[in-house]
């Protein structure tokens, strides 16, 4: 399986790696080996059709800041979609940065390898959160494979867990902790009686928010999983546009006080119900299974037969992405096997 990697940060990087580490045993345990053979970062591209010497890229990327000084085979054309466009490979892994405002040049990527015979695995939720229903008819009606399982709850297989898990089963409404930035922020501030100000800068000097945390706590990167999950879950066509967004902004320790009163804690929740979807901070009652502590993701379907049931586990982060990265190519693999 030949694939061209979209994206070369903390997601991509750590895939090379897993991929490189894991070669051997992917292929003696499902009879297939994934080969990079194009590397596109924000300044140039790697190529090599024979396979690229990983060790060597992530060495590249490390010196000198690209995969453009690739000896022999890196260029500073980073034409993402044009170079997708003229591979042979079969597959592409978009892992570019999420962009909620008009989803490039994940968007471009997506639809030209689509366009062109390529299955698409991504862990980038702009294109999804902002066009997924076209994308998937494309994706049908060029009969490949959209997998997007790195979207959701990084390594936690929330999205395989509702489609796999529970057949025959009618999902009534779902609701849950989604963003783990979010969330460490909230138990700071509840556990220390910090500010929102004090405990953002706390998440950020762990790296658990980025400089600019606008996606996370203003409620955006919440909503795109909410679409992703609308939209693969529950047959939903909807897009960003279709919600109503609350951040965590406004919260303070006096609020979280008061739930606390009430035996509750504050979480920022995502929520479909029958005709709508919706991210705000929510009273959670201690005893509910989502109620969840620091970067932990919880989720919870509420079934027609089977009640509620909850899947807690850690969000997203480079190798865990990665393992849900490695997940779809794998089934992607399994699906067109002859």
Not at 5 to 30: E, K, M, P, W
Request: aromatic content about 6%.
């Amino acid at each position: 399986m030949r694939i061209i990697l979209a994206g070369f940060g903390t997601v991509g990087q750590a895939l090379a790696q897993v991929l490189h580490q894991d070669a051997d045993r992917i292929t003696q345990a499902y009879g297939f080996r994934p080969q990079i053979t194009t590397i596109v970062d924000s300044q140039g591209s790697c190529s090599d059709d024979a396979g690229l010497d990983i060790s060597l890229v992530l060495k590249t990327k490390k010196e000198y800041g690209t995969v453009a000084r690739y000896p022999r085979k890196g260029r500073r054309n980073n034409d993402s979609a044009h170079i997708i466009t003229n591979s042979e490979a079969e597959v592409v892994v978009e892992t570019t940065p999420t962009n909620f405002k008009d989803a490039e040049p994940g968007l471009s990527n997506i639809k030209a390898a689509l366009a062109n015979g390529k299955h698409v695995v991504t862990a980038n939720k702009g294109p999804l959160a902002l066009a997924m229903p076209a994308l998937l008819e494309l994706a049908n009606h060029r009969n490949r494979q959209l997998r997007f399982s790195g979207t959701v709850g990084g390594g936690t297989p929330f999205l395989d867990f509702a489609a796999k898990c529970m057949p025959g089963e009618r999902i009534i409404r779902v609701r849950g902790i989604l963003n783990g930035t979010t969330n460490y922020i909230l138990t700071r501030m509840e556990t220390a009686s910090l500010t929102f100000e004090k405990a953002l800068a706390e998440a950020q000097r762990k790296g658990y928010a980025e400089k600019d945390p606008t996606n996370d706590v203003e409620g955006f990167d919440t909503a795109a999983k909410i679409v992703i999950i609308a939209n693969w879950v529950l047959k939903k066509r909807y897009s960003l546009r279709d919600l109503d967004i609350t951040g965590i902004t406004k919260i303070t320790p006096q609020k979280l006080k008061q739930a606390k009163a009430s035996n509750a804690k504050v979480k920022l929740i995502g929520r479909i119900e029958e005709s709508s979807a919706s991210v705000a901070p929510e009273q959670i009652p201690m005893a509910d299974p989502t109620c969840v502590p620091d970067t932990l993701n919880a989720l919870t379907f509420t079934t027609e037969h089977a009640g509620d049931i909850t899947l807690i586990g850690p969000g997203a982060g480079g190798e865990r992405t990665a393992s849900a990265i490695v997940r779809d190519l794998v089934s992607i693999r399994q699906e067109y096997a002859t």
